[in-house]
């Protein structure tokens, strides 16, 4: 009788150990940096984290995720990063910088079991990145002739410096790439070309590098994707079919928005531009929602600001770039069919003034005539908000400074039919900026 009990223990140890070994039932599998790790860090954290980039350490070794494992498992966890801050299923984009569920989970079993390294042979080798420019060498390289000098306090600060663009014969502008020279104290750039020659007037009579400006652009926006630059957005070339022409003898404008830092600083910024033959098939043309009534009392927790446009025609929208100051907190984009129910293209439920992203749809999205477009945005005034410049916190009005507030968005979109672009007009609050008409076909 003892002996099949004994020989019934015996097999189910065996079991026990056969499933220990293997992980499974029952028994968390061994989570290890080599073969689970490295490739969630290799896949969606070094673009960043790794020397010269924005990021403050690297995250390419066993070494420096060991060191920094509590962090990277709160960080995750409270979905800070990757720094992507549309809210899943609202919208799908292109370099979406996010980690999933069971990645997340990963990281979190790598913690509890003690961070082990694992075989060396399981560790994948290290991606490659094209240092310097992101979208490679650019055709034309156009940069300050001279440092810019900021003052350590004071007000922000607009500046509009205007250069001279050749742009060849049969040639055309697909993409452009901004790039700070000193990142504490760029709070943006606008990218513009300007037919009038008012640009290179002013300039002229400003004795300083460049001229004074405002939070208007100084001439027509480039379109799309490379009309502005804000921390943590990369630069995109336009989609298929866009391109820019150049008007030969036009001046290309850069604005930039500068902040003292708390000491003197200086700013040399270099645009990389990058070129094609293929001319413009397709017309593509920006739509602003803006709402400039902002007014918040010190202690508002939750402002709502509001702003709406209808579509006369057919369009294909490629992308979206919203934009609010530092009491940001929620920012929402719905689109309201003539026919069906709402649907959303784009919700951002914890704003970070600190990265501001261009989201362009994997697909674009198609909005028929009649759609309603509305965005809505709350700002947090209150001293609970981390990320109130103001403790205590005071009145906040609509400004360019970056303590005052904005609550606006930018709806890139080409229509399905070229010859309805004529009927492309919006009549409330904002209106069209930049715009690629397609070369007429002969």
Avoid at 24 to 31: D, K, R, W
Avoid at 96 to 116: F, H, N, T, V, Y
Avoid at 141 to 162: H, L, Q, S, T
């Amino acid at each position: 009788m003892i002996r099949p009990i004994l020989a019934r223990f015996a097999a189910a140890f065996a079991l026990l150990l056969s499933c220990a070994a293997q992980g499974e039932p029952g028994t968390p599998a061994a989570v290890t940096f080599n073969k689970d790790i490295a490739p969630v860090l290799f896949r969606q954290c070094v673009e960043c984290h790794r020397p010269g980039q924005v990021a403050p350490f690297p995250l390419l070794t066993y070494a420096d995720a060991k060191k920094r494992a509590k962090m990277i498992q709160s960080v995750t966890s409270e979905h800070i990063m990757p720094p992507w801050k549309s809210v899943e299923g609202h919208g799908s984009f292109v370099g979406e910088r996010r980690l999933s569920a069971a990645e997340i989970d990963l990281i979190g079993r790598w913690m509890a079991q003690g961070k082990p390294e694992g075989d060396a042979g399981d560790l994948p080798a290290p991606p490659q990145f094209t240092e310097g420019w992101k979208l490679g060498p650019p055709d034309i390289v156009v940069k300050m002739p001279e440092p810019y000098e900021i003052p350590a306090e004071g007000r922000d600060i607009y500046r509009n410096f205007v250069f001279t663009l050749a742009i060849p014969e049969g040639k055309y502008i697909k993409a452009a790439e901004f790039r700070p020279s000193n990142r504490r104290v760029v709070h943006h750039a606008e990218l513009c070309i300007d037919v009038t020659g008012r640009a290179r007037k002013q300039d002229d009579a400003d004795p300083a590098p460049g001229f004074a400006g405002t939070s208007t652009p100084p001439g027509q926006l480039f379109p799309g994707s490379m009309a502005t630059w804000t921390p943590g957005r990369d630069p995109l070339p336009l989609p298929e079919g866009v391109s820019m022409p150049w008007k030969q003898g036009a001046d290309f404008v850069m604005q930039l928005h500068l902040h003292p830092s708390g000491k003197p600083e200086t700013e040399q910024s270099t645009i990389g531009i990058y070129l094609t033959d293929e001319p413009p098939r397709r017309s593509m043309v920006d739509l602003l929602l803006i709402d400039m009534k902002i007014n918040i009392p010190p202690g508002e927790s939750a402002y709502h600001t509001r702003a709406q446009l209808t579509l006369p025609i057919d369009v294909e929208t490629v992308g979206l770039f919203p934009h609010m100051h530092m009491i940001g907190r929620e920012f929402k984009v719905t689109a309201y069919p003539p026919q069906g129910d709402p649907f959303p293209l784009l919700w951002i439920n914890d704003w970070d003034f600190n990265w501001q992203v261009y989201y362009q749809y994997a697909v674009p999205m198609k909005l028929t005539a009649g759609t309603r477009v509305v965005m809505e945005a709350v700002h947090d005034n209150s001293a609970d908000n981390i990320h109130n410049p103001n403790q205590p916190p005071k009145r906040v009005t609509w400004g360019e400074q970056t303590t005052d507030e904005m609550s606006l968005a930018f709806l890139q979109v080409m229509p399905m039919r070229e010859e309805d672009f004529a009927k492309l007009r919006v009549n409330e609050q904002g209106g069209k900026l930049g715009v690629i008409r397609a070369v007429e076909r002969k």
